[in-house]
T-cell receptor, first 108, second 113 residues
Framework: DAKTTQPPSMDCAEGRAANLPCNHS???????VYWYRQIHSQGPQYIIH???NNETNEMASLIITEDRKSSTLILPHATLRDTAVYYC?????????FGQGTELSVKP | EAGVAQSPRYKIIEKRQSVAFWCNPI?????LYWYQQILGQGPKLLIQ????????DSQLPKDRFSAERLKGVDSTLKIQPAKLEDSAVYLC???????????FGAGTRLSVL
């Protein structure tokens, strides 16, 4: 069973920030939060991960709440190429459990 | 750096036939995973290898699915005999170790008719 909950779909205007929420209320203390995205007909692509602190890389920012029960992935300036299914997953020991993800549509 | 390679990209078979998928992980990655992704769902882990040993195969339907990772590098996943419900994308991923980021291949799309 999936340990994360995400909205099934979201829209975002091109050039605006996309904020994708995820609930992971049963996360264990040593489990990381990982975000992947999957563009049609491709394998999932790693975006970012974190344990407690907020993280930023060239692709996105990850905001994790202090109680670690939820997080938000931020794509600061969404482009049409960011249209994909975004998966939030938690893992420890290598086992990732994927839910159904959020289908993000970036519109011109 | 080359990514995870999988072949074939597509396969169509009839039910009760057998099929095999091949995966070549990123060089130096000790951990290898096979996932099944049914249309509209997230990937589901089937089996996890650490070098050539199985770490987790609790979700692998062992009556028809088998997997091996000889010499701790390449891996094959086999289905025999296939059922209609096996139609899915089979994804291979690899990581340096069990606590490291997983990198996925493009997958093999299997259609069982």
């Amino acid at each position: 069973d999936a340990k994360t909950t995400q909205p099934p779909s979201m829209d975002c205007a091109e050039g605006r920030a996309a904020n994708l929420p995820c609930n992971h209320s049963t996360i264990s203390g040593n489990e990381y939060v990982y975000w992947y995205r999957q563009i049609h007909s491709q394998g999932p692509q790693y975006i970012i991960h974190g344990l407690k602190n907020n993280e930023t890389n060239e692709m996105a920012s990850l905001i994790i709440t202090e109680d670690r029960k939820s997080s938000t992935l931020i794509l600061p300036h969404a482009t049409l190429r960011d249209t994909a299914v975004y998966y939030c997953t938690t893992g420890g020991g290598g086992k990732l459990i994927f839910g159904q993800g959020t289908e993000l549509s970036v519109k011109p | 750096e080359a990514g995870v390679a999988q072949s074939p990209r597509y396969k169509i078979i009839e039910k009760r036939q057998s099929v095999a998928f091949w995966c070549n992980p990123i060089s130096g990655h000790a951990t290898l995973y096979w996932y099944q992704q049914i249309l509209g769902q997230g990937p589901k882990l089937l089996i996890q290898f650490q070098n050539n040993g199985v770490v987790d195969d609790s979700q692998l339907p062992k009556d028809r699915f088998s997997a091996e990772r000889l010499k701790g590098v390449d891996s094959t996943l086999k289905i025999q005999p296939a059922k209609l419900e096996d139609s899915a994308v089979y994804l291979c991923a690899s990581s340096l170790g069990v606590k490291n980021i997983q990198y996925f291949g493009a997958g093999t799309r299997l259609s069982v008719l």
